[in-house]
């Protein structure tokens, strides 16, 4: 079960109201990469996994912290858009709240939440749990995890690049502390499991039901061949299973596809007009 506590894991208290950075700062509360995102993909992989251990309750763990993150979040944005003032705007608009509005402020702050944060992005999309992976493979899934940290990390950064407002600069400076902690402890765990099963997921696959003659090639498909100095491209694989090559001139492993006609009831373009020099006429106008 959850518990809630009222007292907030970190101050979330900005100097000033800031109408348009609360419009910027809900890309990470409702962005893909956004505290919501990482909360329920943390928890929703922690739920399926079968069986108790460690590996699941570090995902409860980050999973429970995450929600906190949200509230801070969330407090911080109503701060911002305390008085939604407008500056220079406020008097020609005679209000400071449609003073805000026509300075940038999200009009939906104003209008749907009354001044409060919103499950949404920074332009308003809503969140969707579209952006969540719960694949129930704990290697496949916290290689998502380290990369929504990574992603959810630079946003951060770059929001605190964005504001010259201390309290925000200092709730941000927490944040980015800890998603420097999840990247690594996702690193940990991707080692550990890597170590156990190998790198590629999924290990329970029988290797000798694929393709081996192609498992470890990198074909050149664009113009150039840069990418076969990489090491990707040479040496031994990352699994240790096999040996990189890289082919300069790919060649077609299969014929040119040639699909039947579609039953006539699906009235598909007539096979007759798609050849070339086919001869027809379209109908008469007159």
Known sequence: MFYHV?????????????????????????????EISVAMQYLFQGWSV???????????????????????????????????????????????????ILGGMNPQHAIVSGLGAMP????????????????????????????AESQGRLQAVRLYEATNDRGVKDMLSWLIARDTMHQNQWIAAIKELEAKENVVVPSTFPRELEKREVAYTLFNYSRGNESASGRWAQGTSMDGLGTFNYVENPVPFAKKPVLKPAPPYIHDTLPAVLRENSGMLPPSTE
Do not use: C
Request: charge should be negative; glycine fraction near 10%; hydrophobic fraction near 40%.
């Open 50 to 100: 079968r069986g108790d251990g460690k590996y699941k309750d570090l995902l409860m763990d980050t999973g429970a912290e995450e929600l906190a993150h949200i509230e801070m979040l969330a407090t911080m944005i109503a701060r911002l858009l305390d008085g939604a003032p407008a500056g220079d705007l406020e008097d020609a608009a005679k209000d400071p709240v449609i003073g805000a």
């Open 6 to 34: 009222k007292e907030l894991q970190y101050r979330a208290k900005p100097e000033r109201p800031d109408p348009l950075f609360a419009k910027q700062l809900q890309e990470i509360l409702g962005g893909q990469f956004g």
């Open 120 to 147: 949404a992005d920074s332009v308003g999309n809503r969140w969707t749990a579209d952006y969540i992976a719960a694949s129930g493979n704990l290697l496949a899934d916290f290689r998502a995890n380290l990369n």
